[in-house]
């Protein structure tokens, strides 16, 4: 499995992190390793946003709220699947 190097940019209060600092923008590779002093999380069903209790989770973990946990990757199987025309699919 080969990792690509992609340059992201969010639009979100926590926007300010995703910078190293040296000012260079991080790949999302840098930005889902975590350090040897963190667990590498899995997010599985974190739910609408802005209501769910795993996005308000996911949000701290990016806010580095919880400097132990590195948020590597999220699942969301009902909203990236049959919920994504639901109630709270168009804001996921």
């Given at each position: 499995?080969?990792?690509?190097?992609?340059?992201?940019?969010?639009?979100?209060?926590?926007?300010?992190?995703?910078?190293?600092?040296?000012?260079?923008?991080?790949?999302?590779?840098?930005?889902?390793?975590?350090?040897?002093?963190?667990?590498?999380?899995?997010?599985?069903?974190?739910?609408?946003?802005?209501?769910?209790?795993?996005?308000?989770?996911?949000?701290?973990?990016?806010?580095?709220?919880?400097?132990?946990?590195?948020?590597c990757h999220i699942v969301e199987p009902w909203f990236l699947g049959g919920g994504a025309d639901g109630p709270g699919g168009p804001e996921?």
């Amino acid at each position: 499995c080969q990792r690509k190097n992609l340059s992201i940019s969010f639009t979100s209060p926590i926007n300010n992190s995703l910078q190293s600092k040296n000012n260079k923008k991080l790949t999302m590779v840098e930005l889902a390793t975590p350090s040897e002093n963190q667990a590498e999380v899995i997010l599985i069903g974190c739910g609408c946003p802005l209501r769910g209790m795993g996005w308000y989770h996911a949000v701290q973990m990016l806010g580095n709220e919880c400097p132990s946990a590195k948020l590597c990757h999220i699942v969301e199987p009902w909203f990236l699947g049959g919920g994504a025309d639901g109630p709270g699919g168009p804001e996921f």
